[in-house]
């Protein structure tokens, strides 16, 4: 049985570019807490959910050039999300690692995979056709999504299987995926005291 101390998985991260500021502080082992402000109001939504559904304090204040596009904001946000998430994991010892849920939302349903394996990939599939070119709130397109999705998995060395089962609500889709994404990864990053140790037979993640 593990005998790993508990010790504050948190991260604070700046970053700064011409295109884009962020400022994030987390906690992996909160209660979902959050105070988003990233000004792209569904990523808003998007980012409160999955701090609720992960149980992870999540603070978020970013600005950028969203008079010419949310792209790059979502993007920064999401690399410097993923930065913290691996900051704050550390070495990861006595963490359960994989993790599995499958959400609905009304019409829609989404499944998502986590395995916190120190390898980054994503697989992302199953959105409707046409989902990538809507707008959601008038300001975050379908197609940013997956770039978020891919910018955290990379960023936080996590290899992530995200499907859409169903849907005809874009708001729903994209809601039902971070919130899927949220749950299998609060069960990844949970700590179990059953696990002696690092979770691969390698000795590192």
């Not at 992870?56 to 596009?69: E, K, N, Q, Y």
């Not at 916190?116 to 959601?136: D, W």
């Not at 169903?166 to 729903?172: I, K, T, W």
Request: charged share 20%; hydrophobic share 40%; net charge negative.
């Amino acid at each position: 049985m593990s005998t790993i101390a508990l010790t504050p998985r948190t991260a604070s991260r700046v970053r700064s570019t011409s295109e884009s500021t962020v400022e994030l502080q987390l906690n992996l082992d909160g209660t979902g807490a959050s105070h988003i402000d990233t000004s792209v109001p569904f990523f808003d939504h998007m980012l409160t959910a999955f701090a609720k559904h992960s149980l992870t304090d999540l603070t978020v204040r970013a600005s950028g050039d969203t008079h010419i596009d949310a792209h790059h904001t979502v993007e920064d946000v999401s690399i410097v999300l993923g930065q913290a998430i691996l900051e704050a994991l550390g070495d990861k010892a006595g963490i359960s690692r994989y993790g599995d849920a499958l959400v609905p939302l009304d019409e829609a349903l989404a499944q998502a995979v986590v395995d916190i394996s120190g390898r980054p990939y994503l697989v992302h599939e199953g959105e409707p056709a046409g989902f990538e070119h809507h707008l959601i709130g008038g300001h975050f397109t379908g197609s940013l999504v997956r770039h978020s999705f891919e910018a955290i998995a990379f960023n936080a060395a996590l290899t992530v299987h995200v499907r859409v089962l169903g849907g005809r609500d874009p708001h729903h889709i994209a809601e039902a995926e971070y919130k899927a994404f949220a749950r299998a990864f609060r069960q990844a990053k949970s700590l179990d005291p059953l696990v002696d140790g690092i979770p691969s037979t390698k000795g590192a993640l």
